[in-house]
């Protein structure tokens, strides 16, 4: 279970979260939608501990700050938004690199690290790259690199910010289908999500603005608050389920 | 290029190195004594007590140039950051500015004067000058937190420093030529005591360097992502700041600033080897050992019989080399 319970983050006295409630558990995914500037991102750093927070983040109970940090990235893994490319990296070795919190700085490749390695480009389709340098690769093609590195670490949650960001819609379809999978798999899955449309694949999204969480609940429940949220929008009813567009006169 | 060969290839070259640079001088050697002396101690004094500490003190002013230039370039996520970026080099020359002041009045052969009595007072003022400023900036930086702050604090410590070396510089014409001959880099009053202190700092900054170099491969990923990785940032950056000034103040205060061997050697073996900081940081400290044997062996043998200093040369080589790298990095795009 990860859960935050009274969660606030202040930027030089001026609250970017307030007063945040969240829990899920593996298994689940959980999508965070609202505005641009609403919270998103900070909330998915206070729960990574990236930012100093007020509250408390809970890991199965046990407040993150005082779990040491090679336990926490067994835990929770991680994918940003824009991460630097690395000069003269491979794929292979850039995934590796996700079994950092198993082996710490000196520990030795196991067998157990090399078969999570093949996992992870396995269920990402990064194998076929393994020798190439990731700094060759298409915008894509490293996201894919960057997941398998997250993946590689089999953590039991795995937190990305605006994973389908610069991905084209067949990737983007790729990419939820792969974390549908992961949390049927038992994985806890939460994303920051720049289309509300893509939280409909989730098991639940919470709504935020101006940093605190004004919605929460499955995507059709969650319409209204959307429309309230965001003016300019047009919901576009279908047979699978309303769909959200900007309401642009053609 | 596949990373045994490199090693093979930069053993190598060291080796070679380390039989030019004790064979070549103002008195041309034979082989046969060359060897004889590198084996007896007794065979040969100009071996022994003279080429070969120089050799040894490039390859370890080398050694430790090449592997903070590879963390700096590490800890900065960029390759164009190298052993003086935090203010190391400005503040050694103030440092041995401040020692030349103190001492007094310079005779017009402040070379020989150096070495002689006193001496060891501008070595150690520019290894404290050199601590100094990095201790500076990152207190001016606020901690070792933010990245970039500690860049340009580095730069800002290192233009006032500057300035003020500047300034002592200019209350004394003789020590304009005394500071200036120790901020272009010279290996030539290297002797083994200087050997035995340069040792001592390698021997203290390069296993924390080495021990750490997953961590520089896990803050190539950016720095979230290296916390999400379990890594304690502040301690790990702390430390890297820490034993590669050690590394760098020590080469400074025994060998004067001595210009891009620290960016141009990891750069370079980079380019043949990969980014592993397993590989690098080793290779890195190799490659330098061996540049900078051979650009001493240039600086003792161009305008025989007389020497250039070594920084000098370095400085003329790695320009133009440097140009190329960028050269070729814009040609494959």
Known sequence: MLEARGLSVFYGGKAALRDVELRFRPGEWLALLGPNGSGKTTLLSALLGLLPYRGEVRLFGKEIRRLSSWARGRELAYLPQDAPVPEGLTVAEVVALGRLPHQGLLGAERPEDQEAVRWAMEVTETRGFAGRLLSTLSGGERQRVMLARALAARPRFLLLDEPTNHLDLDHQARLLRLLRRLAGEGMGILTVLHDPNHARVADRALLLEGGRVVAEGAFDALVPAFLRLYPGVRVLETAAGPVLLPGVEA | MPRAWIWAGLFALLAVALLLGVAVGAV????????????????????????????????????????????????????????????????????????????????????????????????????????????????????????????????????????????????????????????????????????????????????????????????????????????ALGPLKLVLIVAATLITAGAVAEAGIIGFVGLVVPHALRRLGGGDYRFLLPASALGGAVLLVFADLLARVLVRPAELPVGVVTTILGGPFFLYLLWRMRARG
């Open chain 2, 28 to 231: 041309a050697l034979p082989w046969a004594q060359v060897v004889a002396g590198l084996v007896d101690p007794d065979a040969n004094p100009i071996v022994f007590k003279l080429r070969l500490p120089r050799v040894l003190g490039a390859m370890l002013v080398g050694a430790a140039l090449g592997a903070a230039g590879a963390a700096y370039q590490g800890l900065f996520r960029n390759p164009l950051a190298d052993p003086y970026l935090m203010g190391t080099a400005a503040g050694a020359a103030f440092g041995a500015a401040l020692g030349l002041d103190l001492v007094g009045a310079l005779s017009p052969a402040y070379a020989q004067w150096i070495r002689a009595g006193g001496s060891w007072l501008v070595p150690v003022f520019a290894f404290l000058g050199a601590v100094g400023a990095v201790f500076l900036a990152v207190v001016l930086a606020g901690g070792v937190g933010r990245t970039k702050d500690l860049i340009l604090a580095g730069v800002v410590v290192g233009s006032v420093l500057t300035g003020l070396t500047t300034y002592l510089m200019l209350k004394d014409a003789d020590r304009v030529r005394a500071v200036f001959a120790y901020t272009l880099g010279n290996l030539a009053f290297i002797g083994w005591p200087e050997v035995v202190r340069l040792a001592l700092y390698l021997l203290l900054g390069l296993p924390p360097l080495f021990l750490l170099a997953r961590g520089l491969n896990a803050l190539q990923l950016g720095e979230g992502v290296a916390h999400s990785l379990g890594l």
